[in-house]
């Protein structure tokens, strides 16, 4: 397992102690982007390894938060963690090839995301896009993509 995989990733529980990082996380070296921005709450923060950060967009029908990987990677799970405040529901995971989604695997979460929402999956995949079926803010505090095990 190299190094990295091993470093300190996120802050876990109630008193904002730090975890360990068990799994390699992809979407760390991916470039995240959002359909828009509400303020300074950037795409990047949900992949900074921070929970208590939020990436946020502003209420829009189909908002959506997506990370590109880089190269196409073997998915087993993609890992949601909704905002503090709970902001996040009723929303696809999308995972695909291409960067249209046409090619895309859709993974379904009815009611608010928990911290974490864990959706396995196998399925090839650059790019993973979250994406609010109804209209509201998508707000995350992380999204980690982890690898298919071998």
């Not at 300074?40 to 939020?54: L, N, R, V």
């Not at 190269?71 to 949601?80: F, K, L, P, S």
């Amino acid at each position: 397992m190299p190094a990295d995989a091993l470093t300190v990733a996120a802050r876990a529980g109630a008193h904002g102690a730090r975890a360990e990082q068990l799994r390699p996380d992809l979407a760390r070296a991916g470039t995240a982007s959002q359909s828009c921005t509400d303020g300074a709450a950037d795409a990047a923060y949900a992949t900074d390894g921070d929970t208590s950060t939020d990436t946020r967009t502003l209420s829009e029908p189909g908002a959506w938060w997506q990370v590109d990987l880089g190269e196409a990677r073997r998915v087993g799970q993609v890992e949601v963690w909704n905002n503090t405040s709970m902001t996040t529901a009723d929303f696809d995971v999308k995972i695909a090839r291409t960067a249209d989604f046409a090619d895309a695997t859709t993974l379904h979460v009815t009611g608010r995301s928990l911290r974490p929402t864990l959706l396995d999956t196998d399925a090839e995949a650059r790019y993973i896009r979250i994406k609010l079926t109804g209209t509201g803010r998508l707000a995350l505090a992380h999204v980690l993509v982890h690898p298919a095990r071998t």
